[in-house]
Structures are given as structure tokens and as C-alpha cells.
């Protein structure tokens, strides 16, 4: 039998969407959305980031601010997009 492990998480999902986004709003100049979904793993957070090139590399300082949400027992699953993908994605919700 599968033993199932519940995370014992100590913010809301909106509060951590809310908490990344600060992060990584505070280090970068690029368009952020992140919003909670849930999958086959469990419930995440999903961080889109707009960038011109999405096949290059982060910034190094978003590297190291995207694991604001590790202490709170969130996983965080950051998604870099094309420029203008960002409002499409906020307008189909």
C-alpha cells in the first residue's frame, strides 16, 4: 500500500501565489503571473515569466529569489513565456 504523505503547509495557496510574485517582482523587470494549480504530484504553484528569447536562460537573481517558497513547503513550477503570452493566459481564467 502506498504510504501518502500530506504537506504540512503553512500558507494558503493564494498567500504563496501572492508571495512569489513579490519575490520575483522585486529583482526583475518582467511581466510575472502565478497562480496555484494542482496535477498528478499535488498542489503547486505556477510562476509564468515573460521573457523575449524563452529559450535562455534566468536571470540569476530570480534563480535565487524562486525558492522563497521551499520554507513553506510549496513547490513552485516557473514557466518562462513569449512577451504578450502573459495577458492571454490571465484572460482565459
Same mark, same amino acid.
Given at each position: 500500500?502506498?504510504?501518502?504523505?500530506?504537506?504540512?503547509?503553512?500558507?494558503?495557496?493564494?498567500?504563496?501565489?501572492?508571495?512569489?510574485?513579490?519575490?520575483?517582482?522585486?529583482?526583475?523587470?518582467?511581466?510575472?503571473?502565478?497562480?496555484?494549480?494542482?496535477?498528478? /504530484? /499535488?498542489?503547486?504553484?505556477?510562476?509564468?515569466?515573460?521573457?523575449?528569447?524563452?529559450?535562455?536562460?534566468?536571470?540569476?537573481?530570480?534563480?535565487?529569489?524562486?525558492?522563497?517558497?521551499?520554507?513553506?513547503?510549496?513547490?513552485?513550477?516557473?514557466?518562462?513565456?513569449?512577451? /504578450?503570452?502573459?495577458?492571454?493566459?490571465?484572460?482565459?481564467?
Amino acid at each position: 500500500m502506498t504510504r501518502i504523505n500530506k504537506m504540512n503547509r503553512k500558507l494558503s495557496a493564494e498567500m504563496a501565489a501572492e508571495l512569489i510574485k513579490k519575490q520575483i517582482s522585486a529583482v526583475t523587470d518582467a511581466r510575472i503571473y502565478a497562480r496555484p494549480e494542482s496535477d498528478d /504530484g /499535488g498542489r503547486h504553484i505556477v510562476l509564468y515569466i515573460e521573457q523575449a528569447a524563452p529559450d535562455s536562460p534566468l536571470d540569476p537573481l530570480v534563480k535565487e529569489n524562486r525558492s522563497a517558497l521551499q520554507e513553506y513547503n510549496w513547490r513552485l513550477v516557473l514557466i518562462k513565456v513569449p512577451i /504578450g503570452s502573459i495577458k492571454v493566459i490571465a484572460d482565459s481564467l
